[in-house]
């Protein structure tokens, strides 16, 4: 099992940065991980999954500005967001499982999710 905390929310002005961190309590150098948020009034969506190669792969809404990277030594997870917008407003969740895409639809019942960070992104 693996039990996920995320730090680094908070309010920004817009063209702003932030710095994600998703600490996990157990390895997870085998699993899938990724980036999602909610925002007001809307469905979860997924923001970034980076797999366990490496590989990336992003919303179109964020890329350019935003960069999913793992340090596996540490456990953490991170997501660097640069130029953001009040639209990127929302909580941000990370996410572990053996398989993870974009698509909320697509997830296994399975998937470990932390509690959630608030990015509020003022005009």
């Known amino acids: 099992q693996v039990h996920l905390v995320e730090s680094g929310g908070g309010s920004v002005q817009a063209g702003g940065s932030l710095i994600l961190s998703c600490t996990a309590t157990?390895?997870?150098?085998?699993?899938?991980m990724g980036w999602f948020r909610r925002a007001p009034g809307r469905e979860r969506e997924g923001v970034a999954i980076?797999?366990?190669?490496?590989?990336?792969s992003y919303a179109d809404s964020v890329k350019g500005r935003f960069t999913v990277s793992k340090d596996n030594a540490k456990k953490i997870l991170y997501l660097q967001m640069n130029s953001l917008q009040p639209e990127d407003t929302a909580i941000y969740y990370c996410?572990?499982?053996?398989?993870?895409?974009?698509?909320?639809?697509?997830?296994?019942?399975?998937?470990?999710w932390g509690q959630g960070t608030q990015v509020t992104v003022s005009d």
């Open positions: 996410a572990a499982d053996k398989w993870l895409t974009l698509d909320t639809a697509s997830h296994s019942p399975f998937v470990y």
């Open positions: 157990s390895s997870y150098s085998n699993y899938y």
């Open positions: 980076i797999d366990t190669d490496g590989v990336t």
